[in-house]
């Protein structure tokens, strides 16, 4: 049974950070391109930052320069480090596997509030 968990989300001031982390099981991790999205209240579910197994890296233009994503294939796991966290971040962050199969977690809110 392929498992994604998130965790690492919460609420922060803006200007704060966060590193939220995305556990695998059930798949051969380090075959699989992962990735992070999100999804604010009343929007659709954007892609904002992916990783091949080869270790390419793509980020959504909003998120360039203060967001990361890495992987650690002995972990079976993605993280996505936040930096400058702003209000427009608000939203619930999915982990997504994709090879040729597509695998997605629960979720983990973010909130950026005052």
């Known amino acids: 049974q392929v498992r994604l968990v998130e965790s690492g989300g919460g609420l922060v001031q803006p200007g704060g950070s966060l590193r939220l982390s995305c556990a695998a099981s059930?798949?051969?991790?380090?075959?699989?391109?992962m990735g992070w999205y999100r999804q604010a209240p009343g929007k659709q579910r954007e892609l904002v930052a992916t990783?091949?197994?080869?270790?390419?890296?793509n980020y959504v233009d909003s998120v360039k320069g203060r967001f990361t994503i890495s992987r650690d294939n002995a972990k079976n796991t993605v993280y996505l480090q936040m930096n400058s966290l702003k209000p427009e971040d608000t939203a619930v962050y999915y982990c997504n596997a994709k090879l040729a199969s597509e695998w997605w977690g629960k979720g983990t809110q973010v909130t950026v509030s005052s």
């Open positions: 059930g798949i051969i991790f380090r075959i699989y391109a």
């Open positions: 990783i091949t197994s080869g270790g390419s890296i």
